[in-house]
């Protein structure tokens, strides 16, 4: 395992902010802002970070707004069968750990 750098996560989030991924965005520069050196970059992770989680929000609500009833429909399945499975896959985590 190699490993990574500020400039390899700040890289990572500016990805996923051109793909408008923003929640992982902001993941990638808090991870990078872990790893800043100095003082201003450890800053700019962190606006960034934060620039993110706001834009990640703003563009669910959007998003919301122009889903159809079928469409959310289908959204809110695929978010519980993903909850059902994180669940299971924790008890089996925790019963084989």
């Not at 500020?6 to 991924?21: G, H, P, R, S």
């Not at 802002?33 to 609500?61: C, F, P, V």
């Not at 122009?66 to 909850?83: G, S, V, W």
Request: hydrophobic share 35%.
């Amino acid at each position: 395992m190699t490993n990574k750098t500020y400039l390899d996560f700040a890289n990572t989030a500016i990805q996923k902010e051109k793909e408008e991924k923003y929640d992982l965005a902001a993941e990638y520069w808090g991870k990078a802002k872990n790893l800043a050196t100095t003082l201003n970059t450890q800053l700019w992770a962190e606006y960034r970070q934060l620039h993110n989680e706001k834009r990640h929000s703003l563009h669910n609500s959007y998003s919301k707004v122009l889903r159809t009833p079928k469409e959310a429909a289908a959204i809110e399945d695929t978010r519980r069968i993903a909850e059902a499975l994180k669940e299971h896959i924790n008890k089996q985590v925790i019963a084989n750990g």
